[in-house]
């Protein structure tokens, strides 16, 4: 009868003990797994020299872009309202819609947005009315019946936020053919703020 030596079987024992650790030192094939939507950023609105306009996404979605116009003295003081004590207030709706009607920025094209409004003939102004209760009337300097639905959005949502943080108003539009339209944006979740 032979003997085994007490080292080579303690040897013995922990190959077989390792066996199966090294078994799972192998990288494993799986399924593509789901992560969600793309990724969202936060941004910071200041209404003091900020407006938010709404460009149409490649899928046909609006998409709040943050524009920064300005407030200090001496600039776009044409389109500011007055604020306590002679300071310069937040921009207005008119400047709102007249960046919105100037279209998407360079930056803007780049992210894949684009416009559905109709480009507007130098000098053109809009006319924004007092708001009335929960509703603000605005007159533009084009017809109304030519637009779509996404145009339509375009300058509600733009207008209601111009007005309203949480772009809670209901938006009358009227174009130079005289005719109307009234609407919310009703986004599901407001832009950033």
């Known amino acids: 009868m032979r003997r085994t030596r007490p080292h080579r079987r303690a040897a013995a024992l922990a190959v077989a003990a390792a066996v199966p650790l090294l078994g799972g030192c192998g990288i494993q094939e799986s399924d593509v797994i789901e992560a969600g939507g793309p990724a969202t950023v936060e941004a910071f609105y200041n209404r003091n020299d900020d407006v938010i306009l709404f460009f149409r ?16 003295p001496g600039f776009g003081d044409e389109y500011t309202e007055p604020g306590p004590a002679g300071t310069i207030g937040p921009p207005t709706t008119e400047k709102a819609v007249a960046e919105l009607l100037a279209g998407p920025r360079p930056e803007d ?12 003939r130098p000098g053109a102004t809009t006319r924004i009315e007092p ?23 375009q300058l509600t949502c733009t207008i209601a936020y111009s007005k309203d943080p949480g772009g809670r108003l209901t938006v009358k539009l009227t174009g130079q053919d005289g005719a ?3 609407d919310t944006c009703g986004l599901p979740s407001g832009p950033p703020g």
Do not use: E, Q
């Open 57 to 72: 996404t490649p899928d046909g979605r609006l998409n709040p872009v943050i524009r920064t116009v300005g407030s200090s």
């Open 109 to 120: 094209r780049a992210a894949g947005l684009t416009t559905a409004l109709p480009p507007t």
């Open 131 to 153: 708001t009335s209760g929960s509703t603000v009337t605005t007159h533009l300097p084009f017809p109304l019946n030519d637009l779509n639905t996404t145009a339509l959005r």
């Open 180 to 182: 109307s339209h009234s």
